[in-house]
């Protein structure tokens, strides 16, 4: 992956048009700058206390005769190099004179020196350390080139090869999701090096209702408050998702996961069919429950479009939600404790002495649990609900979520430029519902890929015994799945950037319009160890101050040489000139006869 990242000057629209100029490099081009920067800011600081001791210097100037310590002061200031020299001297002054020159007096004049040298050592010297916060303040986060950026065509799959091609992908990417969540999401989990992958580590749930009420009819669910409504909340494309964009670019997306356990008396029937045979959607559809004559109704419809063909009851019925019914069987599976979850219903007791621990052991009271689950989703314009509480399609089914959100980024009635704004997010959703199909990212196809692997109480199980599980345990389950989709999620933004080249598959893929190709594919962004982003502002800033504290130093001198020529500024240029280390010493060697011109 880290050649797919992109090197160079780009903007992160997450910090704002000035402040998200950003420098992205790689690690060891990096710390070459880190370094250079702390050995430049070395420099502008001496050359900063060059400017203080002038200014100094000719503060304390004067014609008028004084002591040995005013003038001792005069040479340190015209000859050290570095706050820290001139700290250390002017210490060793004061204590050198203690006993020969014991006047209180004395500290009061060294003590101005000795603060604004130990204020600039100490700031200089904090300034050095912080300079790596040029980098660490900008954080990992990196842009991907997308050069490859695209995603399969589903509806171009024809062929059995390919379509068995297609289905291991997407069960290989599922797998990746349920590990990230696995990993990522679990808060008793080691959290490894893969979560700091994306932007988020983790998607933020902004409702978890444990004890919601039923989303079904109420004579259908077998607790009518103790059902599970999970809610993402608006998840910003930029903030979550990495897309690269700004404020009026972007999107929100909501995700909202209804689920409770189904009862069946009353809805059931008996049937007898040959073994081996499928059950078939007819008027009445039987969902046959595998060797077992128990099956569970719905009805079908025609002219109705759905994803599956199959209408549920009046009981059932979702109109503003996709529906899934998911069956638990515990045909050959045993529990060591009684379980009286909703949906796990293991209370009746089964074989005994199975085991040389467990004398008692227990079985579901069905043979096959339903529990129904309602997904809904929904898209928001950023650009238009900053505005008005209007702006966001309906909470509802996957398309019906999509086509209902296209008056909110079209604005119709709204300026050129908003609509153009509007124009370009959708294009951007446009691609992502498309991805959403292509990586088959749904509760249904989790359920039917992942099998009894998606349940959170898998891990509990082992020889066909399952350990103690809290009453709550089908809640947990959901959860997890809830988890799963929204890592999935976050593998499709970055995935269609991050596309493989798959020759398999490689006649299937598509690419996004020329025109939208920008927006879609080089605004990804991800988080990177392997490489180090830099603030321009920062950079910029500290070069700039730094130069013209050095230019300022070596001007200040001859500036004021030609500028100040008054009888007391005379005085103190020629003070200036003498005290230096040369001068003393060409006058020490002339007073002692030995000096050679």
Request: with cysteine; hydrophobic share 40%; net charge positive.
């Amino acid at each position: 992956m880290d050649e797919r990242v992109y090197l160079g000057f780009w903007t992160n629209w997450s910090r704002g048009p000035v402040f998200g100029q950003t420098l992205t490099t790689t690690k060891a081009t990096g710390n070459l700058i880190i370094a250079f920067t702390a050995v430049f800011i070395g420099l502008v600081a001496s050359r900063f206390w060059k400017i203080v001791s002038f200014i100094l210097h000719r503060q304390y100037s004067t014609a008028v005769p004084k002591d040995t310590i005013h003038h001792q002061r005069q040479v340190i200031l015209r000859n050290t190099v570095t706050p820290e020299a001139s700290l250390l001297a002017a210490v060793q002054l004061h204590f050198s004179w203690r006993r020969s020159h014991p006047r209180p007096g004395r500290l009061f004049r060294l003590l101005p020196l000795i603060l604004l040298s130990g204020f600039c050592l100490v700031f200089f010297s904090a300034a050095g350390v912080l300079s790596s916060n040029i980098s660490t303040s900008v954080g990992d986060e990196v842009l991907l080139k997308g050069d490859h950026c695209g995603m399969v065509n589903v509806s171009s799959i024809t062929t059995a090869k390919d379509e068995r091609l297609f289905l291991a992908n997407s069960a290989k990417e599922l797998n990746k999701a349920a590990n990230y969540a696995q990993q990522c999401y679990n808060r008793g989990a080691a959290r490894t090096v893969e979560c700091n992958r994306f932007v988020k580590n983790k998607l933020p749930t902004a409702l978890a209702d444990y004890n919601a009420s039923c989303p079904f009819d109420k004579r259908i669910c077998r607790s009518r408050f103790s059902n599970i409504v999970l809610d993402t909340g608006p998840l910003d494309s930029n903030d979550h998702f990495g897309l690269n964009a700004p404020l009026d670019q972007r999107f929100t997306f909501r995700y909202v996961l209804k689920c409770a356990p189904l009862e069946t008396d009353g809805f059931t029937s008996n049937t007898n069919e040959a073994p081996g045979s499928q059950p078939s959607l007819t008027t009445h559809t039987k969902w046959k429950i595998p060797q077992h004559n128990t099956s569970i109704e719905g009805q079908e419809k025609e002219g109705v479009p759905t994803a599956s063909g199959y209408v549920p009851i009046p009981e059932l019925a979702q109109p503003d939600g996709d529906l899934t019914v998911a069956f638990l069987s515990g045909q050959g599976v045993f529990f060591s404790e009684p379980l009286d979850d909703l949906w796990y219903q293991a209370t009746v007791p089964g074989s005994k002495n199975l085991t040389r621990v467990y004398n008692q052991v227990y079985r579901p009271r069905e043979a096959a649990s339903p529990l129904g689950c309602v997904e809904q989703y929904q898209w928001c314009s950023s650009t238009y609900r900053k505005e008005s509480d209007q702006g966001c399609g309906p909470l509802a089914s996957f398309y019906d979520a999509f086509f209902g959100a296209v008056e909110q980024f079209y604005l119709v009635g709204a300026d050129t430029s908003r609509r153009a704004s509007g124009k370009e997010s959708f294009q951007v959703i446009t691609w992502m519902v498309y991805s959403l199909i292509s990586y088959l990212v749904r509760l249904y196809t989790v359920l039917s890929c992942l099998g009894e692997r998606s349940l959170d109480s898998q891990p509990h199980i082992s020889y066909g015994l399952m350990d103690p599980l809290p009453v709550n345990q089908w809640q947990l389950d959901v959860q997890h799945w809830f988890e799963i989709i929204l890592s999935a999620f976050q593998a499709v933004f970055v995935g269609t950037a991050l596309e493989p080249k798959n020759s398999d598959l490689e006649n299937h893929r598509i690419k996004p319009m020329s025109s939208h190709r920008p927006s879609i594919c080089n605004n990804q962004k991800i988080r990177s160890s392997a490489h180090t982003s830099f603030s321009v502002f920062g950079l910029s800033f500290t070069l700039a101050l730094g130069v013209f504290v050095m230019a300022v130093s070596f001007a200040l001198e001859p500036v004021s040489f030609f500028f100040c020529k008054s009888r007391k500024h005379k005085y103190a240029n020629l003070e200036w000139s003498t005290n230096s280390s040369l001068q003393l010493h060409r006058l020490a060697h002339e007073e002692l006869g030995n000096y050679l011109k």
